[in-house]
T-cell receptor, first 113, second 116 residues
């Protein structure tokens, strides 16, 4: 069965510092991985995806993520956090033969000024 | 940038009543989805819809649920006889492709359904 783990409920980081939000996954078959961000009272906004190719993928708002097959991880990173990055971040996985995304429980990112 | 729009933003319904949640997917998208998020819990897949039929559904999507694309623009989720445990945020999503191409799903802002 497919699953996603986001081990941290909350991550605090100072503005200007690098941030990492962790995600590990479990699928049978090749994973297709996504990061979404949710602001209060809004839907999920797509940030970036990994389907195939380069392990480092770049996305919106300066975010990037690194796919690591051996560690089954897809951590979200940003070199310099902004206060406006404070939000709820979701990792999702899917694979061939299915349309559904399996989401993690979400990580609340708080960037402190 | 095109968006998925959902109406209403908040729906309050008595237990046992029928409710219809409405969505307008992005206009050139072909795949449509419903997810729900119970307060404080993870986002869960309900159903996917392509070519006027359900392509996949979860165990949550039982006989009380149905989906329809009544015209060229709307995509609806109907709950026939609501239960207290149906209270959740319901998200509609759409994507240009499905399958191996896996273009990302684009989500609406959700409808908060409250069952009394």
């Amino acid at each position: 069965a497919q699953s996603v783990a986001q081990p941290e409920d909350q991550v605090n980081v100072a503005e200007g510092n690098p941030l990492t939000v962790k995600c590990t996954y479990s699928v049978s078959g090749n994973p297709y991985l996504f990061w979404y961000v949710q602001y209060p009272n809004r839907g999920l906004q797509f940030l970036l995806k990994y389907i195939t190719g380069d392990n480092l993928v770049k996305g919106s708002y300066g975010f990037e993520a690194e796919f690591n097959k051996s560690q089954t991880s897809f951590h979200l990173k940003k070199p310099s956090a902004l206060v406006s990055d404070s939000a709820l971040y979701f990792c999702a996985v899917t694979t061939s033969g299915t349309y559904k995304y399996i989401f993690g429980t979400g990580t609340r990112l708080k960037v402190l000024a | 940038e095109p968006e998925v729009t959902q109406t209403p933003s908040h729906q309050v319904t008595q237990m046992g009543q029928e409710v219809i949640l409405r969505c307008v997917p992005i206009s050139n998208h072909l795949y449509f989805y419903w997810y729900r998020q119970i307060l404080g819990q993870k986002v869960e897949f309900l159903v996917s819809f392509y070519n006027n039929e359900i392509s996949e559904k979860s165990e949550i999507f039982d006989d009380q649920f149905s989906v329809e694309r009544p015209d060229g623009s709307n995509f609806t989720l109907k709950i026939r006889s609501t239960k207290l445990e149906d209270s959740a945020m319901y998200f509609c999503a759409s994507s240009g492709t499905g399958g191996a191409n896996h273009q990302p799903q684009h989500f609406g802002d959700g409808t908060r359904l409250s069952i009394l």
